[in-house]
């Protein structure tokens, strides 16, 4: 069973989206704090890192696994949800060359396996999931990245990326205040991006502006001695998997184009 939107069901994603990269939806107050959520090497840790520097929002994480389905109870009217999305090629490509929490069976597999391997992740860091910690459960299967109608793995990567964008494109339905942006077009106007948020959603102007120059995120830390190299580029083999796979009339719609 696969989780993706019919034409029917879609949210309206505004026609200048493409254009603009970023969409924001106001709530019933102006928020005071904020969390950004995208799956894995979508930009999560940039956003939240640049909004956190230059507006008076607080980050939080205390809504649920930021690179998850939506599972909190309520979403307080003084939270901003954003949602980050990236270009499926890089983002495929990073996920290759940071494959978090997976088993090292899929740690050892190149890059054209990789992403047709089903999506077998596992809890294997207790700092990520508070819940491991407390209760155990370490090396078990990650739930957070199964079907949540089926239980099962999703049956490769880009059948993730569907139902995960689908996911965080639900925000847009679920009565919040929200921002939905494109990383590469936040990262070429990062203070046009701030000035948006600040205008649309009633905060502070920003002041002197902060860039976010420090890496983001953990070092990824491979549970195999040697790794296969991560290509500079999708080969078009791959490319052509990538295009059967995704919800390309989702993916034009945020802006992306995959030939």
Request: proline share 12%; with cysteine.
């Amino acid at each position: 069973m696969n989780l993706d939107f019919t034409p029917e069901s879609a949210p309206e994603i505004p026609a200048v989206f493409p254009e603009t990269g970023w969409h924001i939806q106001p709530g019933p107050v102006p928020p005071a704090r904020v969390q950004v959520f995208g799956e894995r090497s979508s930009g999560t840790n940039f956003v939240k890192r640049l909004l956190g520097r230059n507006t008076p929002l607080q980050p939080i994480e205390a809504l649920g696994w930021k690179h998850g389905f939506p599972q909190m109870t309520a979403i307080p009217p003084d939270v901003l949800i954003v949602a980050c999305v990236r270009d499926a090629r890089p983002w495929s490509l990073s996920m290759h060359a940071k494959p978090w929490h997976t088993p090292p069976a899929m740690q050892r597999l190149g890059y054209s396996d990789f992403i047709r391997h089903p999506w077998e992740t596992i809890a294997d860091r207790k700092r990520y999931f508070p819940q491991v910690a407390d209760l155990g459960g370490d090396g078990r299967p990650l739930q957070h990245d199964r079907n949540p109608l089926t239980g099962l793995p999703f049956p490769d990567l880009f059948s993730l990326r569907r139902a995960k964008l689908a996911s965080l494109l639900s925000f847009m339905r679920r009565d919040c205040t929200l921002v939905v942006c494109r990383l590469e077009a936040v990262q070429q106007a990062p203070e046009a991006f701030l000035a948006n948020v600040a205008r649309h959603l009633a905060l502070l102007p920003p002041g002197p502006y902060r860039p976010v120059v420090r890496r983001l995120g953990s070092r990824f830390r491979a549970s195999v001695e040697a790794r296969p190299e991560t290509p500079r580029a999708v080969p078009e083999a791959d490319l052509d998997f990538l295009r059967c796979r995704l919800n390309l009339e989702t993916e034009s719609r945020l802006g992306y184009d995959y030939g």
